[in-house]
């Protein structure tokens, strides 16, 4: 249950947009479109942004979008706004019904 | 309103136990899976436990199977995480979360879309 590899911090200018890769193995991400994508902003719960590798929750703005090639996945946010600076974390399936996590990547809005 | 209230959070020390609770309301608790997810301080996610929508199925990361028990009670609405033998580096935010099911058949889809506000745990002497 080794946690999945993401970059510790991207940032870019608002109305750009920015992509968070989350690379794994092919016991998890590589096997499984099950992947699910958190923010989380400063002493708060984290909020669901992207499960099962692309799909957005009821209420999630569709600059967020979610992809996966190989062992890799990744979040886009398009038309980069203040509010998105938070940190997010992606999460796989990784076999008998157990998950892991990215260890989290801190977005700076410029 | 969906809601889920964490709480048995607390100060303890090294090698002794704590049960903490996390109530549901607003939703038909019976029918979701739900988990339980940490995060040390200044650190990332991690996740813990999870447990099926009738209680009949868990599964544990490895650093806490063993010592950990998730549990829940369906006529209370309530989910359980009974933790023994505890460390130091289970120090955490625990934070319930529910499982969002997803498809024709509405299987669990292993995102988490409630959150609690989460319990703090410290181990220390």
């Known amino acids: 249950q080794s946690a999945l590899t993401q970059p510790a911090s991207v940032s870019g200018s608002p109305g750009q947009s920015i992509t968070i890769s989350c690379t794994g193995t092919?016991?998890?991400?590589?096997?499984?479109?099950?992947v699910s994508w958190y923010q989380q902003h400063p002493g708060k719960a984290p909020k669901l942004m992207i499960y099962e590798g692309s799909k957005r929750p009821s209420g999630v703005s569709n600059r967020f979008s979610g992809s996966k090639s190989g062992n890799t996945a990744s979040l886009t946010i398009s038309g980069l706004q203040a509010e998105d600076e938070a940190d997010y974390y992606c999460?796989?399936?990784?076999?008998?019904?157990?998950?892991?996590f990215g260890g989290g990547t801190k977005l700076t809005v410029l | 309103e969906v809601h889920l209230v964490e709480s048995g959070g607390g100060l303890v020390k090294p090698g002794g136990s704590l049960r903490l609770s996390c109530a549901a309301s607003?939703?038909?608790?019976?029918?979701?899976?739900m988990h339980w997810v940490r995060q040390a301080p200044g650190k990332g996610l991690v996740w813990v436990s999870r447990?099926?929508?009738?209680?009949?199925?868990?599964n544990y990361a490895d650093s806490v199977k063993g010592r950990f028990t998730i549990s829940r009670d369906n006529a209370k609405n309530t989910l359980y995480l009974q933790m023994n033998s505890l460390r130091a580096d289970d120090t955490a935010v625990y934070y319930c979360a529910r499982d969002l099911p997803a498809g024709l058949y509405q299987v669990p889809s292993y995102g988490m879309d409630v959150w609690g506000q989460g319990t703090t745990v410290t181990v220390s002497s």
């Open positions: 999460c796989s399936y990784a076999a008998s019904s157990t998950l892991v």
């Open positions: 447990i099926n929508s009738d209680g009949s199925s868990t």
């Open positions: 607003g939703f038909t608790f019976s029918s979701y899976w």
């Open positions: 092919s016991s998890d991400v590589g096997s499984y479109n099950l």
